[in-house]
């Protein structure tokens, strides 16, 4: 059996032979050795360490599923919330196709994970026209010495705050994000070449859903760009969402539900439309064991005090709804669902962003001028 590195030649001899990514040749990850392997255990929350090629191991990265790579941003005796991981190889495939390399393109990889985009890039490009910035450390080193292995390594690879790019190699012709954000920072725009593109997931504390292709016009001009298709990633570290917390003060609102909660999370594109109107409000589930079926709860959070709960079973009834703060969040979410309703049910593929000259970003339904939601930068 050949090792990793020689694996890997073998797939980027077929990739560079067709001089295009295509799915079959973006099926292969054990390509790129990965050092450990986490599969995440649910009830232990800790997945077990692969440290040798063994036929498990192989099949677990080879499969077309997410690879686990790093928890807890690589600290010691956490919670067990994955912080790092290679993609699934299909929506590797769909990404690079939405962004759309051609000969001669230069691209910035932002987040370099195990390394594998940015050796498929590099296989693509040659390593000169391949920049990748990755913000953990550990993360950084060992994607080096498995492209470095693999004699894909990319000539500009980097350690730092991915959310600030790379000025130092730009302007680049795409930039691609393997990380999800809430805010499209301005200084990618700024390091696009007029007519380049930008690839990255994106979403709400509510819904992390989507995948934006954005399309950057010549300078000083806004950016504009749709969603294309229902991804989740994980965040960007400074751009993830506040933790959740409690209520402050007892609650001061008491009710019946005007909805069924279930409406709120029904569909991928019904939650995605609530997370734009219902800004850095995220939810958990919650109950009594005793009694799961007439304790579960959805609670919400915004992160700055405001918090409200939704009992699923008897919804209609008195005291289902409890909110406490400056907002009335499970208002907030019964309104975006209603919203989401009239305007037809739209899927998330019909809204886009805009970008503006001064970084504020607006996100709209079917039209620029038809906006949901803006943000200033």
């Known amino acids: 059996m050949p090792g990793p590195a020689v694996n890997l030649g073998m797939r980027i001899a077929t990739v560079r032979s067709a001089r295009r990514l295509t799915q079959r040749e973006l099926t292969d990850r054990s390509a790129v050795s990965l050092s450990m392997v986490r599969k995440v255990d649910p009830e232990r929350r800790v997945g077990p360490r692969r440290r040798r090629p063994q036929r498990r191991w192989w099949?677990?990265?080879?499969?077309?599923d997410v690879v686990v790579t790093q928890l807890d941003d690589g600290a010691e005796d956490g919670p067990g919330v994955p912080t790092s991981s290679a993609s699934m190889p299909s929506l590797v495939a769909s990404m690079l196709q939405h962004l759309d390399v051609r000969d001669g393109c230069t691209v910035l990889d932002i987040g370099t994970g195990t390394g594998w985009t940015a050796g498929l890039l590099c296989a693509r490009l040659g390593s000169q026209a391949v920049t990748t910035v990755e913000?953990?450390?550990?993360?950084?080193l060992q994607a080096a010495k498995s492209l470095a292995a693999a004699g894909l390594l990319p000539v500009h690879q980097h350690h730092g705050d991915?959310?600030?790019?790379?000025?130092?190699?730009a302007p680049y012709d795409r930039i691609h994000s393997t990380a999800a954000v809430q805010r499209v920072p301005r200084v990618w725009v700024e390091q696009t070449k007029p007519g380049g593109v930008i690839v990255t997931p994106w979403g709400t504390p509510y819904a992390n859903a989507a995948l934006l292709r954005l399309d950057v016009g010549e300078r000083g001009q806004a950016a504009h760009g749709r969603f294309v298709e229902n991804v989740s990633f994980m965040w960007m570290r400074a751009q993830r969402p506040p933790e959740m917390t409690g209520p402050q003060a007892a609650p001061t609102s008491h009710g019946a539900s005007g909805i069924d909660p279930d409406l709120a999370l029904e569909r991928v594109h019904a939650a995605f439309a609530i997370g734009l109107r219902a800004p850095l409000v995220r939810y958990v589930h919650t109950w009594d064991e005793a009694d799961p079926a007439g304790t579960y709860r959805m609670r919400l959070s915004d992160g700055h005090g405001s918090c409200a709960s939704?009992?699923?079973?008897?919804?209609?009834?008195?005291?289902a709804v409890q909110q406490a703060g400056n907002r009335r969040l499970w208002d907030e979410i019964t309104i975006a669902r209603l919203h989401w309703q009239e305007e037809g049910g739209p899927e998330l593929t019909r809204y886009g962003v805009t970008i503006a000259a001064d970084g504020a970003?607006?996100?709209?339904l079917d039209e620029p001028r038809n906006v949901i939601r803006r943000h200033v930068s």
């Open 59 to 64: 099949s677990l990265v080879n499969a077309d």
């Open 310 to 319: 939704v009992r699923y079973h008897d919804w209609g009834g008195d005291g």
């Open 162 to 169: 991915a959310l600030l790019g790379w000025p130092f190699g």
């Open 361 to 364: 970003q607006s996100v709209w």
């Open 135 to 140: 913000v953990d450390r550990d993360v950084y």
